[in-house]
């Protein structure tokens, strides 16, 4: 009886106040925002199909153009694969390349050449390399552990009539950079804009979501820029045709689809 | 009018339903490549030039519902030969359905883990033009065959059926120094006949297995470097070039491990015309092994390794029969080569060094190459190949005088 009493009064009211407790308060933790954000960034939909057109520009004015359609199915425990088909420039035109992504371990990556009909494996230990020589990084384009930073809100604020967190993030292992704040529209928790810290602490990379719409429901970024402050260089990345939902079977992702990518998807 | 309205009209309905997928690339390329021994042979095409052409290639695709063709074709003037020609790369037809597809005509085909360096890939190759500078693609050549692929949840199966024999192209002797045991000896070639019965077989079984992809392979065929048997082994007036039988049964597995990416691949080679291995004219049965290990050092920085053993089945038969003053092959020759690759400036500027150095034969091959995309069209490229060894008669030694440099340039569309 006694202990009975004991529940009754002991663990009760810390219950209630867990569940009564406003939602600012428990988003306050940093780790629970970037999770949150990456999933409306990486992970909308079950899978998705788009066509990708990046943008590279040097300081000096030259353009350089990728264009490739994108294909991604997510699995359980957070694993993806992703199936890229690139249309232009010409000389990786017909090339192919397929990434499955794992939490906390190194992804597996294929690329197919078809001038040899060559499947092949491809060394996938830094994430932090260039995109196809964008300014956009493998982890930029797929998703970063949310384990490889301490996540840290510092602040909430308004940004372009949005309201934000302001949220820090340190790199725990080695990086190219040594700090990263993100404003994460608390709405639907896409990043609105990144600014990137090397070891002098000044500001290098920025990312800055321009267009963002709805598609099937899903808060979409359909234009973005990462800005190199330093060299000048930046790339702009445009969505066109992007679908979610669209019934990717598992079998594409295989090496079949590889060496011939099906028209139907790849278009 | 109204005519020509009709029929637009009937286009746009047509079109859609058709859903044909047509599409027309290609790039127009120099290509040029000159020893730098100073050495030269006699001939109009023995100078310094290995390598001097113009180069146009198109690419066609169509495909639609499953079904579709490709075609690949060179047009090229060879300035060295001062002959113009063509060449069709690849020509074939492709079908797909539910877990079958099937690919009939001329192409390309690479199987197998290794960097540069093949066991079960049995298929032609072009060394020529490997050692003189060309782009890597031209390593392969087409084969003009049946390939049918079966796809399954347990295990997926490709089989390519060759009915038309095509060797390798070796350096010419015309343009390059190489080692000869009969020199001046006059010579004919004689290739697999195309009859049912030299059709050559070639499977593969593969699927993925925890985390590698693991494949077996069997092939019946020939050999693609020819033999040489002299009418007459004292004093020959006549070196016939054949191709012998040859059977491979090997596996492959490559995967993510030890913090890179790693490669393991083996063959048997079952000499089957000379299974006693007391024909000299023959290669005997051997085995081959590779294992690699490549791995991201830094950004934009690759490294690759690999380690490559040939064992000479029947070593004891060979050195008796080996013919009086012909150099003689270790049991096991042994082959190490190193991939270096590093990218600059957006990854357009790409610096890349690759060796082969084997221990056993004590010779080596090194090709440094600069490339440099100037913008998503055109790229160019300036590197070298650069032979060695001790003896004259090794794989790489007996190219010792024909170390080249070579510039590429090529506008793509």
New interface residues.
Partial sequence: MRSITKYRFGIMPTLLVAVLSPVPLLAADGAEIIKKSQAAFYEAGQDMKARVKMTLMAREGQQRLRDLTMLRKNYPASEQKYFMYFHSPADVAGMTFMIYKYPNRDDDRWLFIPAINLVNRIAAQDSRSSFVGSDFTYEDVSGRDLTADAHALLREEPFNDRKVYVVESKPIGPAEYTRKLSWIDQASFLPLKEEYYDVQESLYKIFTAEEIKDVQGFATIMKRTMSNVKTGHKTEVVFERIQYNVGLGDDLFSERYLRRPPEKWIK | MKYWTSISFILLLVTPALAE?V?L?G?VQGNYAARITGEELSGPEGGDFLLGEERLQLKL?V??QGAGFFLKTDFFRDAVSRTTDTDLREAYL?Y?TGAL?LRIGR????WG?GDLVFINDIFPKDYAAFFSGRP??Y??IGSDAMKV?L?ADLI?AELVVIPFFQSDNLPPSQRFFMFDPFPGVQRTTEEPRAELGNTELALRL?RSLS?F?AAVYAYKGFLKTPSMRPDDPVSPIQVTLFFPRLAVYGASA???AL???V?IEAGYYDSLDDRSGRDPAIPNSMVKYLAGY???L???F?AGLQYYGEYLIDYGPYRDTLPLGFPAQDRLRQLLTVRLTQ?FL???LRLSFFAFYSPTDQDYYFIPEVRY?F???L?GAVGANIFGGEKETTFFGQLDKNDNLYVTM?Y??
Wanted: no cysteine; proline share 0%; aromatic share 14%.
């Fill in positions: 997928e599409a690339h790039f695709a495909s639609s492709d797909g597809d192409q390309i085909i690479t883990v890597l693609e390593l392969k692929n796809f997926s593969y985390g992809d490559q995967g993510n913090g890179g990416v490669s490549q791995r991201q830094w950004t934009d690759t990218l957006y990854q357009t995309s913008t998503d069209a790229w090529r793509e569309f």
